[in-house]
């Protein structure tokens, strides 16, 4: 399945333009990261967002614009070090940078790089990461979308991929169904781990409210597509929305300060 760890597949562009980004961190005035219990944007839009959902948002009511999970829901490995990505990939093969490659010889990037690659394996660092792309149903007429991203391996990323991919399989589209995207602060009595660090979810929020805010934003201006228009006219949202929870949280794992 494109857009997961262990499955085949060249990534592709997106069909709206980036407008911003969602994160759960800051740097503090010396330079170290801080953990935040509620949503801070970054972007040309970030005032916009804040001037709409206030400076501490908990809860963000989200659509998906695509079916293409590369795009929208995309699981992989990848390689960060000194601001340079040295390597992504789905755990089978690996998109690595060559010091050798590219046209002239001076340094390019190398697709369909087996995982027992000695390039692959000579990289260190190799981290499981969640990128989300999703529009604000709020934000209306404004057409692109926002982007969360996460490492945080043990808890968050299982609970939003299958959460996403639930909905996935029982209506054979994610393009326009909405879900509340939230945060909050879970304490941890493991040694080693911090005491108190931020989880995500991504959880179906499939009420009468969130399907009228889905409604809004088509209106506005926004396409989704015919299918999501049609669940939204018989009342089928509602109906999938039955028995679709968010999981209990046992163990997490920090999300990552940017």
Known sequence: MKGRISSRGAQQGSTLPEIGRIKVGEKSQRGLPTSLDYFRATGDFANRFHNLFGDKPTELH???????????????????????RWGYGDGETFTVWDSAGGSEGKG????????????????????????????????KGILGYWTFQTKA????????VKAFDMVMERSGSIIGFPFSLMVKKVQSYSPGMAKNYPIVQLVPNFTEETIEAVRAYVESGADLNRLTTNMITSGSLLQLGAGAGAGSVEDVEAEEVK
């Open 62 to 84: 989200v659509a998906f614009v695509s079916n293409n999970l590369a795009e929208v829901c995309n699981e992989q490995f990848e390689a960060w070090d000194k601001g340079k």
């Open 108 to 139: 390019g990037y190398i697709s369909d790089v087996s995982k027992d690659d000695p390039r692959v394996k000579a990289i260190k660092g190799w981290a499981r990461t969640l990128t989300l792309r999703f529009v604000l149903l709020e934000m």
């Open 153 to 160: 391996k043990e808890t968050t990323i299982p609970s939003i």
